[in-house]
């Protein structure tokens, strides 16, 4: 029925959960399974225990009804991800989930798993449930991660499927692209906001998500005078890079006139490995 967390104080805990529409309505008695760590008087120390003396059964009369399935953020890898990005071919599936009543993750209810498809393959569905983890000292909230492994390179589409406990349900999809990591690879690469007043922020994704790297940004007027450089370390997590600001000024710290900019990214691996991306951006007064 529930599989959370709570906070333990002083020795003391306790927990909430509304119980989910799938189960057996017959009076019983029901198990709950307890473990606990945490640190005394310098040691690590673990508890566990059980109890069969809960009763289950039956609906309870002062409930409010709810009609409104689950909220889904879809990500991959991380919460950085926008709709389209790259990654490698091990990305993880990233979902954050509420729902004001809590989410099914009992499965009892025939079709009420917590689903993904890759690809549009609905024969072929990945049951999430014994992925998803409660945030601590919630019943409404958690997260899902689930690892995927040699993904094809290439534009994938993948859809997630979530049940409340009063089982409504709720999908979200999204779209990512994979991308081999054996060369440093830019993409997407954005500055927000253009036009430009006073400052901007750059973005670009890449598909390096565990090596550092040396990141240049070499902004130039038309006729190709170097008017600004920027030099940044990155150690990632993930695939997304930035905000890396310029405040629109010259490396003297002077307004620059009005007019487009050339900007150019460099981007090099601590393996030696070099990517490159430009754009254009437009300063205005």
Same mark, same amino acid.
């Given at each position: $029925? ?49 109890? %069969? ?35 490698? %071919? ?16 009992? =499965? ?5 798993? $917590? ?51 009063? %089982? ?44 550092? $790297?040396?990141? %240049?940004?070499?902004? $130039? ?16 997590? =993930? ?8 405040? =629109? ?37």
């Amino acid at each position: $029925m529930f599989n959370g967390k709570s906070t333990v104080t002083n020795g003391e805990f306790s927990f909430t959960f509304i119980v989910p529409k799938d189960i057996n309505y017959d009076f019983g008695k029901g198990k709950i399974s307890l473990y606990a760590k945490g640190v005394l008087n310098g040691e690590k120390i673990d508890a566990s225990g059980f109890s %069969n003396e809960i009763i289950i059964g039956g609906t309870a009369d002062d409930y409010s009804v709810d009609n409104l399935g689950p909220e889904i953020q879809l990500f991959i890898n991380d919460t950085n991800f926008v709709r389209g990005g790259i990654t490698n %071919n091990n990305p993880n599936l990233f979902a954050l989930l509420y729902d004001e009543n809590g989410i099914n993750t009992v =499965g009892n209810g025939i079709g009420h798993d $917590m689903t993904a498809v890759l690809n549009q393959e609905s024969s072929n569905p990945i049951v999430l449930n014994d992925f998803y983890e409660y945030d601590i000292d919630s019943y409404q909230s958690g997260v899902i991660e689930y690892p995927f492994s040699n993904l094809e390179e290439g534009t994938h589409t993948l859809t997630v499927k979530v049940w409340d406990v009063f %089982n409504n349900s709720s999908e979200s999809t999204t779209e990512f692209k994979v991308i081999s990591a054996q060369n440093l690879t830019i993409q997407n690469l954005i500055n927000y906001p253009n036009p430009v007043v006073d400052f901007t922020s750059f973005y670009f994704e890449h598909n390096q998500s565990d090596l550092d $790297m040396k990141v %240049n940004l070499v902004i $130039m007027d038309l006729t190709g005078k170097v008017v600004k450089v920027i030099e940044d370390n990155l150690k990632p997590v =993930g695939f997304r890079y930035g905000p890396l600001e310029w405040d =629109g000024k010259s490396t003297e710290g002077n307004k620059l006139d009005s007019g487009i900019y050339i900007y150019n990214i460099v981007a090099k691996a601590s393996d030696g490995e070099v990517s490159t991306k430009s754009g254009r951006l437009i300063l205005i007064d």
